[in-house]
C-alpha cells in the first residue's frame, strides 16, 4: 500500500513558469488536501476536495488551481509561477466518518528563482 | 474553528515521559482532537485521537478532561527519534470539515 505518492519531489521554476502537482492516493479516500509549509510555520490549506469533480479554496488559494477528475487523483497548478510561492507543498487524503485521519505524503520541495 | 494553543518548544531527556498541553477553549460539541507529529523533511503523521477521557495507543496517550477545553499529550519514555514537531488540531465533522495546523511544538530529546 503505497498510501499518499506526491510527485514530483523536488523542482525549481523560473518566475513566470508553469507547473502542475500531482498527489495519487491508493486508499479510496473521498476527501483530498493541498497544504504548503513553509519555514517555521504550520501547515496552511491552499485548496481541498470532498470528493471527485469536486474543489473548494481554502486558506491561501491565490495563484493555485486545482482539479479532481479522478477520485484517486488531486492535481495542483501553478500557471504562473511566482517567488512567493517557494514552499513546501503536501498533499492529503483522508476518508469519510475520520475528520481526524489525515494521511499525508512526503511533500514537494518547490523553489522559484 | 477552534483555535488551538501549545507551548512553542520543549526539552526533554531521553527515557523521560513527555507531556505537552493544549487549550482549545471554544471546541465544539462534535469537534475531535487528534495530534499530529512531523519529522524534518516529511509529512505530519497522525498520532491519536480522542473526544473525551484518555486513549491509549501504542506510541501514545491522550487525555481529556471533561470539559474538553484542553487535552494533553502524553509520550512515554521519550527517545532521541521522538524529536519532532507536535500539532495538537481540532478536527471538526461534517463535509467541510478540515484541518487548520498551527505551528505546533517543537520536541528535542537529548542524551
Known amino acids: 500500500n503505497a498510501g499518499v505518492t506526491q510527485t514530483p519531489k523536488f523542482r525549481v521554476l523560473k518566475t513566470g513558469q508553469s507547473m502542475t502537482l500531482l498527489c495519487a492516493q491508493d486508499?479510496?479516500?473521498?476527501?483530498m488536501y493541498w497544504y504548503r509549509q513553509d519555514p517555521g510555520m504550520g501547515l496552511r490549506l491552499i485548496h481541498y476536495?470532498?470528493?471527485?469533480?469536486?474543489?473548494a479554496k481554502g486558506e491561501v488559494p491565490d495563484g493555485y488551481n486545482v482539479s479532481r477528475l479522478k477520485k484517486q487523483n488531486f492535481l495542483l497548478g501553478l500557471e504562473s509561477a511566482a517567488p512567493s510561492q517557494t514552499s513546501v507543498y503536501f498533499c492529503?487524503?483522508?476518508?469519510?466518518?475520520?475528520?481526524?485521519?489525515?494521511?499525508f505524503g512526503s511533500g514537494t520541495r518547490l523553489t522559484v528563482v | 474553528l477552534a483555535k488551538t494553543t501549545q507551548p512553542i518548544s520543549m526539552d526533554s531527556y531521553e527515557g523521560q515521559e513527555v507531556n505537552i498541553t493544549c487549550s482549545h477553549n471554544?471546541?465544539?460539541?462534535?469537534?475531535?482532537i487528534t495530534w499530529y507529529q512531523q519529522f524534518p523533511s516529511q509529512g505530519p503523521r497522525f498520532i491519536i485521537q480522542?473526544?473525551?477521557t484518555k486513549v491509549t495507543n501504542e506510541v501514545a496517550s491522550l487525555f481529556i478532561p471533561a470539559d474538553r477545553k484542553s487535552s494533553t499529550l502524553s509520550l512515554p519514555r521519550v527517545s532521541l527519534s521522538d524529536t519532532a514537531v507536535y500539532y495538537c488540531?481540532?478536527?471538526?465533522?461534517?463535509?467541510?470539515?478540515?484541518?487548520?495546523f498551527g505551528t505546533g511544538t517543537r520536541l528535542q530529546v537529548t542524551l
Open positions: 492529503a487524503s483522508r476518508p469519510t466518518g475520520a475528520p481526524y485521519g489525515y494521511t
Open positions: 486508499m479510496n479516500h473521498e476527501y
Open positions: 476536495s470532498v470528493g471527485e469533480g469536486t474543489t
Open positions: 471554544n471546541i465544539a460539541t462534535n469537534d475531535y
Open positions: 480522542g473526544y473525551k
Open positions: 488540531l481540532v478536527a471538526p465533522t461534517g463535509t467541510a470539515s478540515k484541518l487548520t
